[in-house]
C-alpha cells in the first residue's frame, strides 16, 4: 500500500521539528525591526553551541541582560556594541558588563549589545533607549572592534553632507521593511525549530561556496577614500550621542596572542583605533583602549582572551579572560564613579 506522499512529508516534517527541538535548536527568537533590521524576541531564551556554551535569557528590550532593576543604584551605564558586547557565547555573569557592574557597586550597568550593529545605527538605538532607562543615565558607553570597518562599509544608508566643510550634517541608516511573504514566513519560523535550523545551514554552504571572496575587514583602511568616509561617521554618531549624554568610547582592538607572550596587530587594526581616538580627541570625547589590558590578562594567565577551541587560534569572541579584561580597562576608567555624586568620572 502506497503512502500518500502529502503524509510522508508531514509525517518527515514533524519527525524533523521534534528531533531538532529535542537534540538541536528551539524555534527562532528573532523579530523583525525596521530601524535596526531585527532583535531578539523578548524575555526568550538563547542556547549558544556554535562558539563556547552558555544559556542566556534575553530581557523585555531585547538583550542579552536582565529586565532593568529599580532602586538601589545611584546610576545607570548604557553599554552599546556589536556581538563582542551581546557575548552570547558566555554565562552572563562573565560577560564584560556584568564584570563591571560588580565592580562598580553603585552603578546599573545596562549590556545593549547586538550581533553585527553598526556605529552608524548607535544613535537611533541610543536615542530609543535613553528613553526606557530608569534615570539618571549618567553615561553611555559605546564598545567598538575592528569588524566595525566593515559593518559600517555594508551598511546602506543616506547621507547629507555640508557644502562647506564637507561634514556631515544628516545619516539615515537604512530602513528594514519587510516583504508581506517575509512577514508570513517570519510566523513559520517563529513557531518552528526546524525551519530556522535549514535556513542557517543553507546559508553557511551559500557563504562557503563564496570563501576568499569578502575582504578584511581592516583592508578598508588601506583605501584613502573609505578611510575619510569613515572618520565622518564616526564624528557624525559620537557627536549625535554625546548631544545626549557624557560618552566613552571603549576599542577592544584584534589581536594575535603568540607564542612567550607576545602579539601581533594588523596595520589595519591599529590605525583603526588611531582613527577613534583622533575623532574623540577633536570631539572631546572620553577613550580607552583594552589592548594593554587584553595583553596583561594573556601574560598573567597564559590564557587566550579569544576563542573558545585550541583548533581555532585568535579567532572568535572574547572568553572569560577577554571580558575581564575589558571589563578591567573600563574600570581604571570610572573607578572614582561611586565616591562621586555627579556623573562617572571619566
Known sequence: MLINPTLALAIVLLLGEVITRLFISSPDNIIPDKDLGWLYRPHSTI??????????????????????????????????????????????????????????????????????????????????????????????????????????????????????????????????????????????????????????????????????????????????????????VLEYAFSSIAAKSSLLIVYIPTLDYLANYQYAQTSGSARFGQLLEEVAQVLDISFVSAKAELLSAYKETGLLPIGFANSRINKGHLNETGHRAVATALYKKLSKTCVSDSRPNI
Open 47 to 232: 542556547f549558544h553551541t556554535t562558539e563556547g556554551w552558555a544559556t542566556n535569557t534575553i530581557n523585555a528590550f531585547g538583550f542579552n541582560d536582565r529586565d532593568f532593576p529599580a532602586g538601589r543604584y545611584q546610576k545607570h551605564v548604557a553599554v552599546f556594541g556589536d556581538s563582542y558586547t551581546e557575548a552570547l557565547q558566555v554565562p552572563r555573569e562573565q560577560n564584560f558588563t556584568t564584570v563591571l557592574e560588580d565592580l562598580l557597586t553603585c552603578v546599573n550597568v545596562e549590556n545593549m549589545g547586538r550581533s553585527a550593529l553598526s556605529v552608524a545605527q548607535y544613535p537611533l538605538l541610543v536615542n530609543r533607549m535613553l528613553d526606557e532607562i530608569p534615570e539618571p543615565v549618567g553615561l553611555v558607553v559605546l564598545a567598538v572592534t575592528t569588524s566595525d570597518v566593515s559593518d559600517m562599509f555594508n551598511l546602506k544608508m543616506e547621507i547629507e553632507y555640508d557644502s562647506v566643510t564637507g561634514g556631515i550634517i544628516s545619516l539615515v541608516p537604512e530602513r528594514f521593511e519587510l516583504h508581506w511573504l517575509r512577514k508570513k514566513l517570519n510566523v513559520v519560523f517563529s513557531s518552528s525549530a526546524l525551519a530556522p535550523y535549514l535556513k542557517i545551514r543553507a546559508r553557511s554552504v551559500q557563504s562557503g561556496a563564496g570563501n576568499g571572496l569578502k575582504k578584511n575587514p581592516t583592508a578598508y583602511l588601506e583605501d584613502p577614500a573609505y578611510q575619510s568616509k569613515l572618520a565622518a
